[in-house]
Antibody
Framework: QVQLVQSGAEVKKPGASVKVSCKAS????????ISWVRQAPGQGLEWMGW????????NYAQKLQGRVTMTTDTSTSTAYMELRSLRSDDTAVYYC????????????WGQGTLVTVSS | QSVLTQPPSASGTPGQRVTISCSGS????????VYWYQQLPGTAPKLLIY???QRPSGVPDRFSGSKSGTSASLAISGLRSEDEADYYC?????????????FGGGTKLTVL
């Protein structure tokens, strides 16, 4: 069965960077893209972007352009999301999600990683 | 402020039929598929509806989706207590700044 297992919770200071990992199993990693979605406490879902696990092509949300980098390691079937220059409003649960039959649309989700930004 | 507009709350009694609306524009719902997600408290979202009205395997046929113009709806029939959750609509948005997946603000469904 498809599984996405994310790295553990992080606490960061404003201005720092965070890198969240997402290890995939149960399918051919390079056949599907991975999206990243975040959810601030008590708030809705925000799409951050997408990466092709086949060729590394990316599509980032305009709001995060310049601060976010998504990568993959096909040798370990792992996707990564790095967010730089962290601010307090980046505090959120970050989810990775494998796309469905439609490009970029999240289908199978990881368990989420809480990133707290606090001085 | 979300690109797609949903009512913040909805409610119904067991056995009832409830609908949740999602309003967008020509750059998103008007020209792309709509997707619906269910998020139970403390868990990751789950895809309920894809391509406007298709259900992934395992999703009960009590859940149905529809789309007309720049709006979409999720209907839940035979409401059950376990349907109490947050529901989100989503769609690709073909904005001038580049395509993004946009979500609605979410609707909290309460089963009375």
């Amino acid at each position: 069965q498809v599984q996405l297992v994310q790295s553990g919770a992080e606490v960061k200071k404003p201005g720092a960077s965070v890198k969240v990992s997402c290890k995939a199993s149960g399918y051919t990693f390079t056949s599907y893209g991975i999206s990243w979605v975040r959810q601030a406490p008590g708030q809705g879902l925000e799409w951050m972007g997408w990466i092709s696990a086949y060729n590394g092509n990316t599509n980032y949300a305009q709001k995060l352009q310049g601060r976010v980098t998504m990568t993959t390691d096909t040798s370990t079937s792992t996707a990564y999301m790095e967010l730089r220059s962290l601010r307090s409003d980046d505090t959120a649960v970050y989810y990775c999600a494998r796309e469905s039959i439609d490009f970029g649309v999240p289908y199978y989700w990881g368990q989420g990683t809480l990133v707290t930004v606090s001085s | 402020q979300s690109v797609l507009t949903q009512p913040p709350s909805a409610s119904g009694t067991p056995g009832q039929r409830v609908t949740i609306s999602c309003s967008g524009s020509s750059s998103n719902i008007g020209s792309n598929y709509v997707y619906w997600y269910q998020q139970l408290p403390g868990t990751a979202p789950k895809l309920l509806i894809y391509r406007n009205n298709q259900r992934p395997s395992g999703v009960p046929d009590r859940f149905s989706g529809s789309k007309s113009g720049t709006s979409a709806s999720l209907a839940i029939s035979g409401l059950r207590s376990e349907d109490e959750a947050d529901y989100y609509c989503a769609a690709w948005d073909d904005s001038l700044s580049g395509p993004d997946v946009v979500f609605g603000g979410g609707t909290k469904l309460t089963v009375l």
